[in-house]
């Protein structure tokens, strides 16, 4: 069974013990704050090795390093093979500080973001403006209600109760 599926199936089970998610949980977001302050005191450098070599250098569990790995994912220059991951797969975690940092807002982890390493990366000019242009993109703007009798906005010319508003 690859990894990534192992790490989903205990960190977002549906039938564990809601406490022990909870720990997990709590657990996890400590050693990744851990890792991202190694990380971060050094940004210029990419850390390399195997999934296992990783989980050893960064004193965590090889689950809890394929989580992290999922986590930072969507931030690296260079995307590992996340789903075919197992522990002699080779990763790269060279990531692109303004994802990472724009990625960290967008989960809303506060801890991440918060980071005192961030000040060494970035004035506290640059991280407010990547903070709101993350914050402007994810932001969901409702198009005005469409009524019955409107035009279809699908751009056939029918009312809207005729075409796309049909029951």
Not at 36 to 52: A, D, I, R
Not at 115 to 139: A, G, M, P
Request: net charge negative; aromatic share 10%; charged share 35%.
């Amino acid at each position: 069974m690859a990894l990534l599926k192992q790490w989903h199936d205990m960190a977002y089970s549906e039938t564990a013990n809601k406490g022990d998610l909870q720990r997990l949980w709590a657990d996890y977001f400590q050693k990744e704050k851990e890792i991202y302050t190694k990380l971060l005191e050094n940004p210029e450098e990419v850390v390399k090795g195997t999934v296992k070599e990783l989980a050893e250098k960064f004193d965590v569990d090889i689950m809890t390093m394929i989580g992290f790995l999922d986590g930072i994912n969507e931030s690296l220059k260079v995307v590992n093979p996340i789903d075919e991951m197992e522990e002699d797969t080779e990763v790269s975690l060279d990531f692109d500080n303004e994802l990472l940092y724009m990625n960290m807002v967008g989960a809303g982890a506060d801890w991440l973001y918060e980071l005192e390493e961030w000040e060494d990366i970035f004035d506290e000019e640059k991280r407010k403006e990547l903070y709101r242009i993350q914050k402007v993109s994810t932001t969901i703007v409702k198009g005005a209600k469409t009524y019955p009798n409107d035009p279809c906005p699908c751009g056939s010319g029918k009312k809207y109760k005729k075409c796309c508003g049909k029951k």
